[in-house]
């Protein structure tokens, strides 16, 4: 069976970004302390921000992972 060009840039392109996202997300949940000085001031008065990047590391993982099975929003 053979691909055609337009299956195949899809399908590289699902993997290129899911893998981006996965590896972000991952690592946002395995090391929080290095993705929480991004966090702004404001946001560090209301919440912990240790949670909020790892909330944030569990969105773009889900994302990721919905992107590579071809589950679109």
Do not use: C
Not at 42 to 59: C, E, I, S, Y
């Amino acid at each position: 069976m053979q691909l055609s060009k337009e299956l195949l840039r899809n399908l590289l392109s699902r993997f290129g970004v899911g893998f981006i996202f996965i590896t972000f997300g991952f690592w946002e949940l395995i090391q929080p302390i290095y993705w929480s000085g991004f966090i702004p001031d404001f946001m560090t008065n209301l919440l912990d921000p240790l949670w909020l990047v790892r909330a944030h590391g569990l969105v773009l993982l889900l994302l990721g992972l919905g992107i590579l099975v071809g589950f679109y929003l």
